[in-house]
Nanobody
Framework: VQLQASGGGLVQAGGSLRLSCAAS????????MGWFRQAPGKEREFVAG?????????YADSMSTGRFTISRDNAKNTVYLQMNSLKPNDTAVYYC????????????????WGQGTQVTVSS
């Protein structure tokens, strides 16, 4: 699976962005999908995941406020991350990834990775 993330950019605090990740290659619907992020000097962290069909979503505990929403469109081979009420500490490179496992938050259980898209939130 080849993954291409897009949609990042510079936004003011309180603003919104929608990230997209387009997949090609192997059957997209065979993989659970996830979004991770990595801020400068910090470890990569799980943000959100979605099952193969899209019927189940799961988020990092720190995302429990509902600011972020993951979704997918298997007909378009694309997964999305809608990010609302953005904060400066959301600034990071965001990566999409594909996994054979469902409901995993572990980066090493993801098999394929996109190149990342930069999200910068100004205060």
């Amino acid at each position: 699976v080849q993954l291409q993330a897009s949609g990042g950019g510079l936004v003011q605090a309180g603003g919104s962005l929608r990230l997209s990740c387009a997949a090609s290659g192997r059957i997209f619907s065979s993989y659970a999908m996830g979004w991770f992020r990595q801020a400068p000097g910090k470890e990569r962290e799980f943000v959100a995941g979605i099952s193969r069909s899209g019927g189940s979503t799961y988020y990092a505990d720190s995302m429990s406020t509902g600011r972020f929403t993951i979704s997918r469109d298997n007909a378009k081979n694309t997964v999305y991350l809608q990010m609302n009420s953005l904060k400066p500490n959301d600034t990071a490179v965001y990566y999409c990834a594909a996994s054979r496992f469902v409901h995993t938050r572990k980066w090493d259980e993801y098999d394929y990775w996109g190149q990342g898209t930069q999200v910068t939130v100004s205060s």
